[in-house]
């Protein structure tokens, strides 16, 4: 049982150009979500999907985009990496609300 | 505006001793508050919760108290170990489906 696995662990990208980091769950939870977490800073909630074909925008949304075509899999896209997107980026997924997170290792990320 | 904080952003502790990580939050709606362990390179994983109908709950040397008419919440470790030394997140949900973190307390224990 794998959990939640984010892909890849790290990776540099230069301004402009546009990545997808991927997450896949196997625990057929329903939720999942995207977090940014930057130096001495909690996490931050990005994107948010509670089922399938269902996506809410979190705290800091701007700048990328979330689809959630199956229950295991909701990638996160940056279409124009800006360097205020350089953090790391954690996926999380629960069965239903009022439960306990499971969290990926994360992607670190930096956009030079 | 944070609206669950953790005003110490390091603590250290003796091995064997007590550690209490502090956590205040400032939405009386909030119903459900959880504590996660974060090590280096990890994601953070659950450490244990409590629900706003109680004031207590313990696992093991984790015990969360919850103090609802001051908004607070503290995590007590007893006794710590060195492998306790990670960064410790207060969490809480608002009765929907998003969670709200605080900053996080990196707690040492030193042997």
């Known amino acids: 049982n794998a959990g939640v696995t984010q892909t890849p662990k790290f990776r540099i990208l230069k301004i402009g150009q546009s990545m997808t980091l991927q997450c896949t769950q196997d625990m057929n939870h329903n939720y999942m979500y995207w977090y940014r977490q930057d130096p001495g800073m909690g996490l931050k909630l990005i994107y948010y999907?509670?089922?399938?074909?269902?996506?809410d925008k979190g705290e800091v949304p701007n700048g990328y985009n979330v689809s959630r075509s199956t229950t295991e899999d909701f990638p996160l896209r940056l279409e124009l990496a800006a360097p205020s997107q350089t953090s790391v980026y954690f996926c999380a997924s629960i069965f239903n609300s009022n439960q306990p997170q499971h969290f990926g290792d994360g992607t670190r990320l930096s956009i030079l | 505006d944070q609206q669950v904080k953790q005003n110490s952003p390091s603590l250290s502790v003796q091995e064997g001793r007590i550690s209490i990580l502090n956590c205040d939050y400032t939405n009386s709606m909030f119903d459900y508050f959880l504590w996660y362990k974060k090590y280096p390179a990890e994601g953070p994983t659950f450490l244990i919760s409590?629900?706003?109908?109680?004031d207590k709950n313990e696992d093991g040397r984790f015990t969360v108290f919850l103090n609802k008419s001051a908004k607070h919440l503290s995590l007590h470790i007893v006794p710590s170990q060195p492998g306790d030394s990670a960064v410790y997140f207060c969490?809480?949900?608002?009765?929907?489906?998003?969670?709200?973190f605080g900053p996080g307390t990196s707690l040492s224990v030193i042997p």
């Open positions: 409590i629900s706003s109908i109680k």
């Open positions: 969490a809480a949900q608002p009765g929907d489906d998003k969670v709200i």
């Open positions: 999907s509670v089922g399938a074909g269902i996506t």
